[in-house]
Protein backbone atom coordinates (compact mmCIF):
# COMPACT_ATOMS: atom_id res chain seq x y z
CA UNK A 1 0.00 0.00 0.00
CA UNK A 2 0.90 3.68 -0.58
CA UNK A 3 1.86 6.11 2.24
CA UNK A 4 -0.75 8.88 1.04
CA UNK A 5 -1.82 12.48 2.77
CA UNK A 6 -5.83 12.62 3.52
CA UNK A 7 -7.65 15.37 3.62
CA UNK A 8 -11.19 14.69 4.52
CA UNK A 9 -14.02 17.13 3.99
CA UNK A 10 -17.77 17.47 4.85
CA UNK A 11 -18.87 19.44 1.72
CA UNK A 12 -16.90 16.66 -0.48
CA UNK A 13 -19.00 14.30 -2.31
CA UNK A 14 -16.78 12.27 -4.56
CA UNK A 15 -12.78 10.98 -3.82
CA UNK A 16 -9.82 12.30 -5.68
CA UNK A 17 -6.57 11.43 -6.21
CA UNK A 18 -3.49 13.20 -6.81
CA UNK A 19 0.30 13.15 -7.32
CA UNK A 20 2.14 16.69 -6.50
CA UNK A 21 5.73 16.60 -5.54
CA UNK A 22 5.82 13.18 -5.46
CA UNK A 23 3.17 12.72 -2.88
CA UNK A 24 -0.36 11.39 -2.69
CA UNK A 25 -2.84 13.50 -1.66
CA UNK A 26 -6.21 11.84 -1.24
CA UNK A 27 -9.42 13.73 -0.88
CA UNK A 28 -12.24 12.23 0.63
CA UNK A 29 -15.68 12.80 1.55
CA UNK A 30 -16.08 12.07 5.42
CA UNK A 31 -18.63 9.39 5.30
CA UNK A 32 -16.25 7.31 3.67
CA UNK A 33 -14.89 4.57 5.68
CA UNK A 34 -10.83 3.64 5.85
CA UNK A 35 -11.62 0.57 4.39
CA UNK A 36 -13.00 2.19 1.35
CA UNK A 37 -10.56 4.90 0.39
CA UNK A 38 -7.83 1.99 0.43
CA UNK A 39 -10.01 -0.07 -2.50
CA UNK A 40 -10.24 3.33 -4.45
CA UNK A 41 -6.62 3.60 -3.92
CA UNK A 42 -5.48 -0.25 -4.78
CA UNK A 43 -8.03 0.17 -7.85
CA UNK A 44 -5.74 3.09 -9.44
CA UNK A 45 -2.11 1.22 -8.10
CA UNK A 46 -1.21 1.38 -11.46
CA UNK A 47 -1.79 4.46 -12.56
CA UNK A 48 -0.41 5.86 -8.96
CA UNK A 49 2.76 4.33 -9.67
CA UNK A 50 3.47 5.53 -12.99
CA UNK A 51 2.37 9.13 -11.65
CA UNK A 52 5.26 8.43 -9.13
CA UNK A 53 7.44 7.00 -11.28
CA UNK A 54 6.99 10.38 -13.76
CA UNK A 55 7.85 12.49 -10.24
CA UNK A 56 10.67 10.59 -9.59
CA UNK A 57 12.32 10.64 -13.01
CA UNK A 58 11.87 14.26 -13.42
CA UNK A 59 13.83 14.83 -9.86
CA UNK A 60 16.64 12.75 -10.73
CA UNK A 61 17.39 14.31 -13.96
CA UNK A 62 16.78 17.58 -13.04
CA UNK A 63 17.74 17.41 -9.61
CA UNK A 64 20.79 20.54 -8.52
CA UNK A 65 21.70 19.50 -12.43
CA UNK A 66 19.90 22.66 -13.95
CA UNK A 67 19.92 25.46 -11.02
CA UNK A 68 21.49 28.46 -10.77
CA UNK A 69 25.63 28.00 -9.72
CA UNK A 70 25.86 24.55 -11.58
CA UNK A 71 28.48 23.69 -13.91
CA UNK A 72 27.95 23.22 -17.46
CA UNK A 73 30.22 22.05 -20.53
CA UNK A 74 30.15 24.35 -23.63
CA UNK A 75 32.45 23.48 -26.08
CA UNK A 76 34.89 21.64 -24.09
CA UNK A 77 34.79 24.80 -21.25
CA UNK A 78 33.44 24.36 -18.13
CA UNK A 79 30.62 27.28 -17.49
CA UNK A 80 28.75 28.29 -14.44
CA UNK A 81 25.36 28.60 -15.21
CA UNK A 82 23.56 31.66 -14.55
CA UNK A 83 19.55 32.18 -14.31
CA UNK A 84 17.58 35.91 -14.78
CA UNK A 85 14.15 36.53 -15.36
CA UNK A 86 13.81 39.19 -18.59
CA UNK A 87 10.21 39.72 -20.66
CA UNK A 88 11.65 37.75 -23.26
CA UNK A 89 13.91 33.97 -23.15
CA UNK A 90 17.10 34.08 -24.52
CA UNK A 91 20.93 32.69 -23.57
CA UNK A 92 23.82 34.52 -23.65
CA UNK A 93 27.27 32.07 -23.73
CA UNK A 94 29.67 34.30 -22.42
CA UNK A 95 33.40 33.84 -21.48
CA UNK A 96 33.04 31.63 -18.12
CA UNK A 97 29.34 31.54 -17.62
CA UNK A 98 26.18 30.85 -19.61
CA UNK A 99 23.55 33.08 -18.78
CA UNK A 100 19.94 31.03 -19.57
CA UNK A 101 17.13 34.34 -19.84
CA UNK A 102 13.77 33.25 -18.70
CA UNK A 103 10.51 34.80 -19.04
CA UNK A 104 9.19 36.80 -16.61
CA UNK A 105 5.87 35.06 -16.51
CA UNK A 106 7.95 31.95 -15.03
CA UNK A 107 9.06 33.56 -12.09
CA UNK A 108 5.71 35.11 -11.06
CA UNK A 109 3.68 31.44 -11.18
CA UNK A 110 5.49 30.88 -7.97
CA UNK A 111 7.24 27.66 -9.42
CA UNK A 112 8.43 23.99 -7.99
CA UNK A 113 11.64 23.78 -8.29
CA UNK A 114 12.07 21.07 -10.83
CA UNK A 115 9.72 22.48 -12.80
CA UNK A 116 11.74 25.61 -13.28
CA UNK A 117 15.25 23.36 -13.90
CA UNK A 118 13.00 21.82 -16.87
CA UNK A 119 12.10 24.98 -18.07
CA UNK A 120 16.54 25.80 -18.35
CA UNK A 121 17.57 22.64 -19.57
CA UNK A 122 14.26 22.78 -22.37
CA UNK A 123 16.52 25.97 -23.47
CA UNK A 124 19.84 24.67 -23.39
CA UNK A 125 18.54 22.17 -25.21
CA UNK A 126 17.28 23.97 -27.75
CA UNK A 127 20.33 26.53 -28.10
CA UNK A 128 22.56 23.45 -28.29
CA UNK A 129 20.67 21.96 -31.09
CA UNK A 130 21.01 25.28 -32.70
CA UNK A 131 24.50 25.42 -32.41
CA UNK A 132 25.21 22.02 -33.49
CA UNK A 133 23.15 22.56 -36.66
CA UNK A 134 25.36 25.90 -37.27
CA UNK A 135 28.63 23.87 -36.73
CA UNK A 136 27.99 20.75 -38.45
CA UNK A 137 26.04 21.99 -41.49
CA UNK A 138 29.29 24.26 -42.52
CA UNK A 139 32.32 22.03 -41.21
CA UNK A 140 30.82 18.58 -42.65
CA UNK A 141 30.62 19.95 -46.31
CA UNK A 142 34.53 20.96 -45.87
CA UNK A 143 35.18 17.21 -44.63
CA UNK A 144 33.05 15.87 -47.08
CA UNK A 145 35.55 17.45 -50.00
CA UNK A 146 38.32 16.62 -47.88
CA UNK A 147 37.62 12.56 -47.54
CA UNK A 148 35.68 12.61 -50.42
CA UNK A 149 33.17 10.65 -48.15
CA UNK A 150 29.98 11.72 -49.13
CA UNK A 151 26.71 10.94 -46.72
CA UNK A 152 23.27 10.86 -48.51
CA UNK A 153 22.08 13.46 -45.48
CA UNK A 154 22.66 13.88 -42.03
CA UNK A 155 20.47 15.03 -39.01
CA UNK A 156 20.80 16.86 -35.48
CA UNK A 157 19.30 14.63 -32.39
CA UNK A 158 19.25 13.89 -29.38
CA UNK A 159 21.11 10.55 -28.64
CA UNK A 160 21.14 9.40 -24.69
CA UNK A 161 23.77 6.83 -24.96
CA UNK A 162 26.33 7.97 -28.10
CA UNK A 163 27.48 10.58 -30.32
CA UNK A 164 26.71 10.24 -33.93
CA UNK A 165 25.37 7.15 -36.23
CA UNK A 166 25.76 5.96 -39.67
CA UNK A 167 23.02 3.55 -41.18
CA UNK A 168 23.60 1.18 -43.97
CA UNK A 169 21.93 3.87 -46.59
CA UNK A 170 24.29 6.58 -45.85
CA UNK A 171 22.23 8.26 -43.45
CA UNK A 172 24.23 10.27 -40.13
CA UNK A 173 23.01 11.87 -36.80
CA UNK A 174 25.00 13.88 -34.65
CA UNK A 175 24.34 14.57 -31.08
CA UNK A 176 23.64 17.71 -30.45
CA UNK A 177 25.35 17.39 -26.47
CA UNK A 178 28.18 17.23 -28.77
CA UNK A 179 28.22 20.83 -28.39
CA UNK A 180 29.81 20.14 -24.92
CA UNK A 181 32.76 19.36 -26.07
CA UNK A 182 36.06 21.52 -27.67
CA UNK A 183 35.19 21.51 -31.29
CA UNK A 184 38.49 19.65 -32.69
CA UNK A 185 36.44 16.68 -30.69
CA UNK A 186 33.09 17.01 -32.69
CA UNK A 187 35.18 17.15 -35.81
CA UNK A 188 36.58 13.72 -34.62
CA UNK A 189 32.92 12.28 -34.62
CA UNK A 190 31.89 13.60 -37.59
CA UNK A 191 35.34 12.35 -39.69
CA UNK A 192 34.32 8.92 -37.25
CA UNK A 193 30.92 8.89 -38.94
CA UNK A 194 32.07 9.56 -42.11
CA UNK A 195 34.01 6.78 -42.67
CA UNK A 196 31.26 4.62 -41.66
CA UNK A 197 30.03 4.87 -45.05
CA UNK A 198 33.03 2.93 -46.56
CA UNK A 199 33.32 0.52 -43.06
CA UNK A 200 30.23 0.14 -41.22
CA UNK A 201 31.84 -1.96 -38.44
CA UNK A 202 34.72 -0.88 -36.42
CA UNK A 203 37.51 -3.01 -38.00
CA UNK A 204 41.45 -2.24 -38.10
CA UNK A 205 40.16 -1.02 -41.65
CA UNK A 206 38.15 1.32 -40.09
CA UNK A 207 40.13 2.74 -37.51
CA UNK A 208 42.82 3.47 -40.55
CA UNK A 209 40.59 5.49 -42.38
CA UNK A 210 39.86 7.66 -38.79
CA UNK A 211 43.82 7.66 -38.60
CA UNK A 212 44.40 9.17 -42.01
CA UNK A 213 41.76 11.92 -41.74
CA UNK A 214 42.46 12.52 -38.40
CA UNK A 215 45.62 11.24 -37.30
CA UNK A 216 45.33 12.96 -33.56
CA UNK A 217 41.40 10.56 -33.28
CA UNK A 218 42.94 8.65 -29.69
CA UNK A 219 42.73 12.14 -28.21
CA UNK A 220 39.63 12.95 -28.91
CA UNK A 221 38.11 9.38 -27.48
CA UNK A 222 40.65 10.49 -24.45
CA UNK A 223 38.45 13.39 -24.44
CA UNK A 224 35.27 12.32 -24.37
CA UNK A 225 35.76 9.14 -22.38
CA UNK A 226 37.66 11.69 -19.38
CA UNK A 227 34.59 13.80 -19.39
CA UNK A 228 31.69 11.41 -20.23
CA UNK A 229 29.85 11.21 -16.96
CA UNK A 230 29.82 15.33 -17.63
CA UNK A 231 28.11 15.36 -20.49
CA UNK A 232 25.35 13.61 -19.72
CA UNK A 233 21.65 15.10 -19.14
ZN1 LIG B 1 31.48 3.95 -34.91
Redesign the pocket.
Known sequence: MFDYQLIRSTRRRTISLQVRNGQIIVRAPSFLSQQQIDLVITKKSAWLKSKLNDAMQIETANEAKFVAGSCLWINGKKKTLHIHFEKKSSLENLDDKILVILPQRIETKCLEKVYLSLQIKKQLATWLKEQACHYITTKLPLLVTQTGLNPISFKIRLYKARW???NNKGELSFNYLLMMAPLWVVDYVII??LC?LKHLN?SNK?WQLVDQYYPNYKDAQLWLKKHQSQLTW
Open positions: GSCHEHHF
